[in-house]
């Protein structure tokens, strides 16, 4: 089975994306028995963020307006999700901000050991619920991979930070 190949594009840099993201949307009614009863075209008058709402640049013009960055996260055929800079930026660089911090901690020798597993079992929820979240947009099982490859950073950390203490412990 073929991968999928996910990836996030700036709208206003790629016409293709602009084009399918104005098409306007058919909205097609229905009566009691199944029949047709009204066919209406809905044209888009703004492009939204999905997470926070906010209408986002979708042209250069509109970036000199002071409308945030729209980023269009496509596969080959669909854009799955239109995010703002800043949705961008809170979640999927908090991910990555928090599990740096994590790793930080770890190699902190002043703070203590429950402090860092406490922040260990945090951080391990934190990624199953943003896996858990983008699963719905990004499909189980690239979630499923990136989960098992950031709890395999998070192991290997641990086990580092494991022998630290061992050989603290011998030396001191």
């Known amino acids: 089975m073929e991968e999928d190949r996910l990836f996030l594009v700036r709208i206003y840099s790629d016409l293709r994306i602009q084009q399918l ?35 986002v640049a979708v042209t250069e013009g509109d970036l000199d307006e002071g409308l945030p960055m729209g980023y269009a996260l ?26 740096d911090g994590f790793l930080d901690l770890l190699a902190d020798p002043e703070t203590d050991f429950r402090v860092k597993l406490i922040d260990y079992a945090r951080i391990r929820g934190e990624v199953f619920e943003f896996c858990r979240y983008y699963e719905r947009w990004l499909g189980a099982p690239l979630m499923e991979r990136l989960k098992a490859e950031i709890y395999e950073i998070l192991e290997e950390a641990i086990d580092w930070w494991g022998r630290q203490e061992i050989y603290d412990e011998m030396e001191g």
């Open 74 to 99: 496509c596969d080959e055929e669909y854009v799955i999700e239109v995010v703002c800079e800043d949705c961008r930026r809170k979640y999927f660089k908090h991910l990555i901000d928090r599990v």
């Open 21 to 55: 993201l104005r098409r306007s949307a058919t909205m097609i009614c229905f009566d009691e028995r199944g029949v047709v009863s009204n066919v209406e075209l809905i044209e888009k008058t703004a492009i939204l963020c999905d997470s926070c709402g906010r209408k």
